[in-house]
Nanobody, 125 residues
Framework: VQLQASGGGLVQAGGSLRLSCAVS????????VAWFRQASGKEREFIAA????????PYADGVKGRFTISRDNAKNTVYLQMNSLKPEDTAVYYC???????????????????WGQGTQVTVSS
């Protein structure tokens, strides 16, 4: 299973970006998918997830109302729409997928089996 994240770049504060995560080798249908990020010198942190059925979509407090996770099972792709970006959103963003992630573990990094390579998002002030 391979996950390929793309869509990162340099954007001014207040701007928007949409990240994509193309999955190959296995269908994402029935899998939980998520986005995490890691800023320089910090630990990787949870951003957003979509549960196995797609019904549960938790977000980190710092991105609620600004970021939206979505999935297109037909295209085997996961998206993260990021609006009202702030300099503190600067990080490498990673997508992840897992077949056995339960709802209570959607924000848990170690619950996911598959990871993409990351895409850099830089927000200038």
């Amino acid at each position: 299973v391979q996950l390929q994240a793309s869509g990162g770049g340099l954007v001014q504060a207040g701007g928007s970006l949409r990240l994509s995560c193309a999955v190959s080798g296995r269908t994402i249908r029935g899998h939980a998918v998520a986005w995490f990020r890691q800023a320089s010198g910090k630990e990787r942190e949870f951003i957003a997830a979509s549960g196995r059925s797609g019904a549960s979509t938790p977000y980190a407090d710092g991105v609620k109302g600004r970021f939206t996770i979505s999935r297109d099972n037909a295209k085997n792709t996961v998206y993260l729409q990021m609006n009202s970006l702030k300099p503190e959103d600067t990080a490498v963003y990673y997508c992840a997928a897992g077949a056995r992630v339960i709802t209570s573990s959607l924000a848990t990094l170690t619950a996911y089996d598959y990871w993409g390579q990351g895409t850099q998002v830089t927000v200038s002030s």
